[in-house]
């Protein structure tokens, strides 16, 4: 196993840079997934630490030993595609033995570490089969099984269940976690996922434009988002923006008629802010409510439909459509319905810069 240090560490095609200037540290047997847009430098960075492509600039540490100049052979890492590459015109036993035979593995080693790949996967009924009439699942798990077998210090996922079907990629997440966690692996997945991500990671690096934007673990990127690409890219429905205007004794919404004030759980500092500010808040921190509730505003519901055991509705504030979700058995009866905000979900962000506002930085 190793830890993996990047330092400073751009690419660039040309003009155009592709990663700007990372720094990460991952450590021993940590399971860290780089998630973001298609493009945003997150396979180009995992490509690097695999030596298939160059870095411009800075550092890449194994260890503590820098491995810019080694090639792929020589840096112990173990890399699975999107698409995976199997021999077709191999069994599944010996595309998995591949790499051993490639090295002159003795052969009883080959036996043994052979019996412990197919008791971690779980593959000892298809060793005899072919690539060409296994699920997509199943040769995953092969491609996965041949990359660990080599006891690779790295082991590197470019987004290795988006060519799966749903059905089965439900099943592989979990399988992938429960796999790594017993290997002890240092594993770097990339996805552009967020359920992948947010299942799997111990820490999630979210990228955009070739830079880092936040580093946290599943639930601190999800509670605590430093800026509004943040907040908007974590979760599902995405996080409410909605434009704040100051006013005597509280904030308005959007331009439009609804104004939230300490009693709505509004703090003093935002109201007090000398910056334009925007309010975050998850869909699950908006109520349906009676229009003359308690904590009510009288906000019309545009739609209203329900999935399992939650129901969804958008209403609309200053041209934009926002969304609230709840359990069914919450929501009130009838027609007349208002919108609550729940002030255990307001998040303030600034309006122009879109970095995340706290009290300490509010003046």
């Not at 019996?115 to 779980?122: K, L």
């Not at 209403?315 to 027609?335: D, M, S, T, Y």
């Amino acid at each position: 196993m190793a830890e993996i240090a990047l330092r400073n560490l751009s690419v660039e095609f040309g003009a155009f840079r592709a990663v700007d200037d990372v720094d990460l540290t991952v450590a021993d047997g940590e399971f860290v997934v780089y998630l973001g847009p298609s493009g945003c430098g997150k396979t180009t960075t995992l490509r690097c630490i695999a030596g298939l492509e160059h870095a411009t600039g800075g550092d890449i540490l194994f260890d503590g030993r820098r491995v810019n100049g080694l090639s792929a052979s020589e840096r112990n890492i173990a890399m699975v595609f999107q698409f995976v590459s199997l021999y077709p015109h191999l069994t599944v036993k010996n595309n998995i033995l591949f790499p051993l035979q490639a090295r002159g593995v003795a052969r009883a080693e080959m036996a043994r570490k052979l019996d412990w790949v197919v008791g971690v996967f779980g593959i000892g009924d298809i060793l005899g089969r072919y690539p060409a009439s296994l699920p997509p699942g199943a040769r995953q798990k092969v491609a996965l099984a041949r990359a660990v077998i080599r006891d690779p210090a790295v082991l590197l996922l470019d987004e290795p269940l988006s060519a799966i079907d749903e059905q089965f990629r439900e099943e592989m997440r979990w399988e992938l976690g429960h796999l790594q966690r017993e290997l002890g692996v240092t594993t770097i997945y990339v996805t552009h996922d967020q359920r992948e991500a947010m299942s799997l990671a111990d820490r999630i690096v979210l990228m955009r434009d070739g830079r880092i934007v936040q580093v946290a673990d599943p639930d601190g990127l999800f509670i605590d988002p430093v800026d509004v690409f943040a907040g908007h890219f974590i979760g599902s429905p995405s996080m409410n923006f909605i434009e704040l205007a100051p006013v005597a004794g509280g904030l308005r919404l959007a331009d439009g008629p609804v104004v939230l004030t300490p009693a709505d759980g509004v703090p003093a500092w935002a109201i007090e802010s000398r910056r334009p500010l925007k309010l975050g808040i998850r869909p699950s921190f908006v109520h349906l409510a009676e229009a003359d509730g308690p904590g009510a505003h009288a906000i019309p519901i545009e739609d209203l439909f329900a999935v399992g055991r939650e129901r969804f509705f958008t209403f609309r504030l200053g041209g934009a459509i926002h969304q609230g979700v709840e359990a069914i058995g919450r929501a009130p009866a009838g027609a007349a319905r208002g919108v609550r905000f729940d002030p255990k979900g307001f998040l303030f962000f600034d309006a122009e810069s879109g970095r995340r506002v706290k009290p300490e930085a509010a003046a």
